[in-house]
C-alpha cells in the first residue's frame, strides 16, 4: 500500500527544485504557539503551484463499500495529497500513509482522512431520521460523539455528515439520512450533531471535523429520483432548505459538501450563489467545500460544461475548493491558471481554507491515530446502552385501538421477515456495522418477554418477492396466539443513496401476510421497521395497533421489546408526514394555504394525511392547560414568553413533547399554515405537572426571511398554536 504513496520522480524533483532553500529555524507554521491564520498564510508562501493544487484533491483509498461509488480507477497518489476518503477501519494503515505525507515530503502537510460516518461506525445507531424522532437533540448530540470517538479511533478526521437536507417525498430513499420535512427541526438536530462530532474543540482527540451536506435542496429531487432535477425558487430555498445548513454555520461545522443537483438550471456544484454569495459570504463560512462524489466531472452529463478543463474551471470559480474523485482540478487546474481562466489568488484562498480546517483539527500537532484494539474503541457497554436508548425514544406509537399495547397476553405469535433479521435493521449508511453485532427483534422479545409470555416465531414471507410458502405456517401461528405481532418493513438498500421507489407502500407480499393474518381474526399489532414514512393507508384498518421503529441499528431487539412490554413508555413522536396514499407525496404540515380552503381535494382519496406531523401516542394520557402569554400585545423590539403547563393525567410515567407552531394570518409574503419554532421533551410523572416555555424573538419566530435571505418582522396577528390551542398576540 505504501507503494502507491510513493512520489512520482517528476513531481519529487520539482518539489526540490521549488523548495530547497532550506533555513535552520523551524518555519512558523509548525509553531503551534503562533495563531492558526499566521500558520496558514506562512506554510502558504512556501509551497508550489502543484502542492497547492494538490491540496485541493480528493481520493478514496480501501475497499469500495458503496455500489454508487461506481468508476473508480486505482493510481498512484501522491503524499501531498488534500484528503483520502478512508474506507478501512484499521489506524495502521492510515498512520503508515500519513507517515509519508508528514515525514517524507517537503512540507509535511497531513493528509486529512474523511469517512461517511452517518449514524455510528461499528456502534449502529437509529438511522437519522428516526432520531429526529426522538425530539431529543442531546441523545442526538450524544451518538454523534460515540460515533465521532469509534471513527477516530480507527483512523478517520473528517465525517461526511450530518445530511442535513430537508425532504418531503418519500420516494426519494435518502430521506432516511436527514432529519425529515421540516426545515427547523432539521436545524436543531444539524447543531446537535455537529456539537456531537466535533466537540468544543475538534482538535482534542475523539472528535471528527463535521461536514453539512448535501448543499443544497438535494431533498427537492423531482419524483424523489436521485441525483435529478430540482425546481427550487429563491424564496423556497430560504424558507426551506436552507435554515439547516445556516444553523449548522453557525454552531462551527468545519466543512460543506456541495449537493448532486441541478438546481433551477444551476447544478450546485456551480452555483456561485450558494457557494460563494450564500455560505461564504452572508454567513461568513470560513472552512472549504468539498464536492459529492466525481460531481466536478458529472457536469459534462449535467450539460453544463463541454470538457473536463471547463468543469474544473466552473466549479472552481463557483468556490467549491475540494474535488472529490473527478480529477478535475488534478488535471487541469494548473493549465487554467496558465490560460488565466482562474486565479492564483483564488487558488491560494482555496489552499488556504482547507490547511484552515486542519489546522483547526489539530492534524500538524497530532496527525497519528493511537493505537487501540477493536475492542477497546467498538461496541462499548456505554455505547450500547445509548443506542438502546436513543432507539427507545425513536419509536412512534401510531394506533392503539382499546389500549391492546402495552401487551398482556401469554401466547404470543411473532411474525414477519424482519423479526430475525440482523441486517437491514441496521438500515442505509451503516459504516462499519457489523450484523454479527446486532441484537435481532427476536433475541429482544425473547429476553424481555422470558417467564412472562409464550411467543411462537413464524417468518411468513420475505421482504420481497412471491414465494407464498410460509404463510400456511404463519397462520398457523396466528389461530395458536391471543395475539399477533406482525414485523414488516423495508430492506436497508430500500432507502440510501439512489434508492428510489416509485411507490412507498410495504412489498405486495407482506400486505399479503397481514391479510392472511387478519382471516385469522387475532388481533394484530403492526410493527414497521422502515427507512422513511411508508404508506399504510389501506392496511391500517386490519391492524388494532401500528408501531413504527424505524431502522434502529445494532441494538434492534430490546428497544421495541420494551416499548411492546410496557417497560417503556412510547415518547416519539413523527418529524414528517406519514401520507395516507403515496399519490399525495410531496406532503408536508407546513404547506402555505389553498385560495379554496373547501376544495382542492383529491377525488378518489382522502386529502389528509394518516398520521400527521407531531403525531404519537403514549400509554398515558396529557392534559394541557391553558395557554398563557407574558403579553398580548407587543413593540417590535418587545420579549415574549409563552407557557403552558402539561399534566400527567394517565396511570404511567411518560415523557411529553410540545411542539410550539407559530402562524402569521396575513403577511406581504404568504407563509405556511403552521411553523414549528420550538419543541421541548420534558418526562413528567403521574399526577405530576410540568410547565413548558417558549421564549419567543419576535424577529426570528415571527419574521419571515425574503428571497434574498434577509429576515423582516411586520406589525400584525400572530398566532401560537399549541396542539388545538391557538393564542393570538399583536404585534404594533
Ligand atoms: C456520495 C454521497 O452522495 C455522499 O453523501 C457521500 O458522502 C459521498 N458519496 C462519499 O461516499
Not at 411507490?503 to 394484530?524: D, Y
Request: charged fraction near 25%.
Amino acid at each position: 500500500m505504501k507503494k502507491t504513496f510513493i512520489l512520482s520522480c517528476t513531481v519529487l524533483l520539482t518539489l526540490c527544485l521549488a523548495g530547497c532553500k532550506s533555513s535552520d529555524k523551524e518555519p512558523a507554521y509548525k509553531d503551534a504557539n503562533l495563531s492558526i491564520e499566521k500558520r496558514v498564510n506562512d506554510l502558504l508562501s512556501r509551497m508550489t503551484l502543484d502542492e497547492k493544487i494538490l491540496q485541493l484533491n480528493q481520493y478514496a483509498t480501501g475497499p469500495n463499500d458503496n455500489p454508487n461509488n461506481i468508476g473508480e480507477v486505482i493510481r498512484r497518489l501522491p503524499s501531498e495529497i488534500g484528503s483520502l476518503i478512508y474506507r478501512t477501519e484499521d489506524p495502521e494503515l492510515r498512520n503508515q500513509l500519513q507517515k509519508v505525507a508528514v515525514e517524507e515530503t517537503r512540507l509535511g502537510i497531513p493528509i486529512i482522512f474523511g469517512y461517511d460516518v452517518i449514524h455510528g461506525f461499528r456502534t449502529i445507531f437509529p438511522i437519522p431520521l428516526a432520531q429526529a424522532m426522538s425530539w431529543n437533540p442531546e441523545l442526538v448530540k450524544q451518538a454523534a460523539s460515540v460515533a465521532a470517538k469509534e471513527a477516530w479511533y480507527s483512523g478517520i478526521d473528517w465525517t461526511f455528515a450530518p445530511m442535513i437536507d430537508v425532504a418531503r417525498d418519500g420516494r426519494w430513499g435518502r430521506i432516511a439520512e436527514g432529519y425529515g420535512e421540516d426545515p427547523y427541526t432539521t436545524a436543531v438536530f444539524t447543531e446537535a450533531a455537529v456539537q456531537g462530532f466535533q466537540g468544543e474543540d475538534m482538535s482534542e482527540p475523539e472528535k471528527l471535523a463535521a461536514c453539512l451536506k448535501h448543499f443544497a435542496g438535494y431533498g427537492a429531487c423531482e419524483g424523489g429520483r436521485d441525483y435529478g432535477y430540482t425546481e427550487i425558487s429563491r424564496q423556497t430555498l430560504w424558507d426551506t432548505y436552507l435554515p439547516p445548513y445556516e444553523a449548522g454555520v453557525k454552531a462551527g461545522a468545519a466543512t460543506v459538501m456541495s449537493a448532486f443537483t441541478n438546481i433551477s438550471g444551476v447544478p450546485a456544484t456551480i452555483n456561485k450563489y450558494l457557494l460563494t454569495d450564500v455560505l461564504k459570504e452572508k454567513w461568513g463560512h470560513d472552512g472549504f467545500i468539498v464536492s459529492d462524489w466525481g460531481a466536478i466531472g458529472q457536469l459534462l452529463n449535467q450539460g453544463a460544461t463541454a470538457d473536463s478543463m471547463e468543469c474544473a474551471v466552473r466549479a472552481f470559480n463557483a468556490g467549491l475548493e475540494m474535488d472529490m474523485m473527478s480529477d478535475c482540478y488534478g488535471k487541469f487546474l494548473k493549465k487554467a491558471l496558465e490560460e488565466k481562466k482562474v486565479s492564483l489568488a483564488q487558488i491560494d484562498e482555496s489552499v488556504r481554507r482547507i490547511l484552515r480546517v486542519k489546522f483547526r483539527k489539530g492534524l500538524f500537532e497530532n496527525p497519528y491515530t493511537p493505537s487501540t484494539t477493536p475492542e477497546e474503541r467498538f461496541l462499548l457497554p456505554e455505547s450500547k446502552a445509548l443506542a438502546q436508548k436513543l432507539a427507545e425514544e425513536t419509536i412512534v406509537l401510531l394506533k392503539n385501538e382499546n389500549h391492546i399495547l402495552p401487551l398482556s397476553s401469554k401466547n404470543i405469535g411473532v411474525i414477519g421477515p424482519m423479526v430475525k433479521d440482523n441486517y437491514d435493521v441496521m438500515g442505509c449508511w451503516t459504516a462499519h456495522g457489523n450484523k454479527a453485532d446486532v441484537e435481532t427483534i427476536w433475541e429482544g422479545l425473547q429476553k424481555e418477554f422470558e417467564g412472562k409470555a409464550n411467543l411462537i416465531y413464524a417468518k411468513g414471507c420475505e421482504i420481497e418477492g412471491d414465494d407464498h410458502t410460509g404463510f400456511s405456517e404463519a397462520m398457523n401461528v396466528a389461530r395458536r396466539s391471543e395475539i399477533v405481532l406482525l414485523f414488516l418493513g423495508e430492506s436497508r438498500w430500500f432507502t440510501g443513496e439512489d434508492a428510489n421507489r416509485s411507490q412507498i407502500a410495504l412489498p405486495v407480499i407482506q400486505q399479503e401476510l397481514l391479510r392472511k393474518i387478519k382471516e385469522t381474526g387475532k388481533p394484530i399489532v403492526l410493527v414497521v421497521s422502515s427507512g422513511r414514512a411508508v404508506e399504510l393507508g389501506t392496511v391500517e384498518p386490519l391492524c388494532d395497533a401500528i408501531v413504527e421503529m424505524w431502522h434502529p441499528g445494532t441494538v434492534a431487539g430490546t428497544p421495541i421489546a420494551r416499548v411492546l412490554s410496557g417497560a417503556v413508555n412510547p415518547s416519539g413522536k413523527l418529524a414528517l408526514t406519514f401520507p395516507f396514499s403515496g399519490g399525495q407525496m410531496p406532503i408536508y404540515y407546513n404547506a402555505r394555504p389553498g385560495g379554496r380552503p373547501l376544495q382542492g381535494k383529491y377525488t378518489d382519496i382522502q386529502t389528509a394525511p394518516l398520521y400527521e406531523f407531531g403525531h404519537g401516542l403514549s400509554y398515558t394520557t396529557f392534559t394541557y392547560g391553558e395557554l398563557k402569554a407574558s403579553a398580548t400585545t407587543l413593540n417590535k423590539q418587545d420579549k415574549l414568553t409563552v407557557s403552558v403547563d402539561v399534566t400527567n393525567s394517565g396511570d404511567r410515567d411518560g415523557a411529553e413533547v410540545v411542539h410550539w407552531f407559530i402562524r402569521d394570518p396575513v403577511c406581504s409574503i404568504t407563509r405556511p399554515m403552521k411553523e414549528l419554532k420550538h419543541f421541548e421533551k420534558q418526562m413528567i410523572k403521574v399526577g405530576e405537572t410540568k410547565t413548558f416555555t417558549f421564549d419567543v424573538d419576535l424577529l426570528r419566530d415571527f419574521g419571515f426571511v425574503d428571497e434574498n435571505g434577509d429576515r423582516f418582522l411586520e406589525a400584525g396577528e400572530y398566532q401560537i398554536i399549541v396542539k388545538d390551542q391557538v393564542l393570538k398576540v399583536e404585534v404594533k
